[in-house]
């Protein structure tokens, strides 16, 4: 349990869109579970629902922060969020999980004030890298390369996940990319986030600054690292508009100016075939997408938690005990909202 005196952890996963951050965060509670660690969460989604939630079991405190990104729209909620979870339910950590369109230096900041009301720390910046992403971004370049980049940078933990999907010299590449654009902070490979008993204790030890990095070595916070690396580079992100409501069912966040997001919610169960060729063909430029589906021709109208990141899907059976509505979300970069929603009612019509 918490010592009174004690100040409270706090860990940000940062990482790009459908990097791993909620696989690597159900790790996290895990562990911090079988330490008898108290942990609460803070889910900031660019989407009006909270589907990564869906993945968190529900006797842990979490606080939502949806339809905006905390870098920006949000960030003085965020020290409110905090400051609230922690008066109400008193953890031992809180961890953050910010949307992949993040940009972290801003985040720091947003953590950094809430300090002033309550006792947290910020311990680590965890950054989930998507290797085959990463390989692909940096031929490419662009905003999004850079925003990796930035998340790189400012991280104390560096997870470079995917490896699966990595031929032994990209995952060198890969690494060594990372190594470039950030030169103190660890590298674990893994698959699905599966990091070592070691890095784990670290982390849940509240020691995460320590293997390895300057940080320690320096005397120096994660949040004062990131801000040291920051002054040395220009932001590259750029913020558009605060946000776009349709008044249908269905909302357009553009909280960045290359990043966007399409919140659908479907009234009808679709069939499943029909619905994972609709994913596998979504253009390049919808980065990511997920939400609950009822497909109508499966034997009990079962419901599914959808993922979609990089033309790989992924479905999971749920139940969800509360009122948990069918939607889609769609995140990318100026991609045809209505050909989207077209071929969503195309999926929806019941004939
Ligand atoms: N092949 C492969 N897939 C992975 C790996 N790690 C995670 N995934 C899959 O990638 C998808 C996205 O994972 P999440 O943990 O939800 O990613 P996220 O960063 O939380 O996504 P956002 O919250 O949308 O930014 C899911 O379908 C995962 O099952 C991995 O190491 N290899």
Known sequence: MQNENRTIDVHILTGFLGSGKTTLLSRLL?????????????????????????????????????????????????????????????PDVVIIEATGAANPFE?????????????????????????????????????TFKLMKEQIRCASQLLLNKVDRLEVD?????????????GYAPIAATVRCAVDEQWLEAIVNG??????????ESGASAGEQAHSHAHAHEHSHACGPD????????????????????????TNPVDSHAFEAFLRALPDNVYRAKGVVTFRDSETASRFLFQYAYKETDFIRINPQGKVNDVAVFIGEHFSREAVLHKLNELERMD
């Open 207 to 216: 020691n995460g600054g320590a293997l390895g990095t300057t940080a320690h």
């Open 243 to 266: 946000c776009n409501h349709d008044h249908d069912h269905h909302h357009v966040h553009e909280s960045h100016a290359h990043v966007m997001s399409l919140t659908h919610f479907l």
């Open 170 to 182: 990209e995952r060198l590449q890969a690494e060594q990319l990372m190594r470039e654009t950030n």
């Open 30 to 90: 895990e562990a911090y579970e079988l330490q008898g660690l108290k942990a609460a969460v803070v889910m900031n989604e660019l989407g009006d629902v909270n589907l990564d939630g869906l993945a968190v079991e529900s006797n842990v405190p979490m606080a939502e922060l949806l339809g905006g990104c905390i870098c920006c729209s949000i960030r003085g909620d965020l020290s409110l969020e905090l400051k609230q979870l922690v008066d109400q339910h008193a």
């Open 107 to 143: 985040m720091i900041d947003g953590v950094t004030e809430s300090a002033l009301y309550a006792p947290i720390e910020l311990k680590s910046i965890i950054a989930v890298v998507d290797g085959p992403e990463l390989l692909a971004r940096s031929r490419s370049g662009g905003q």
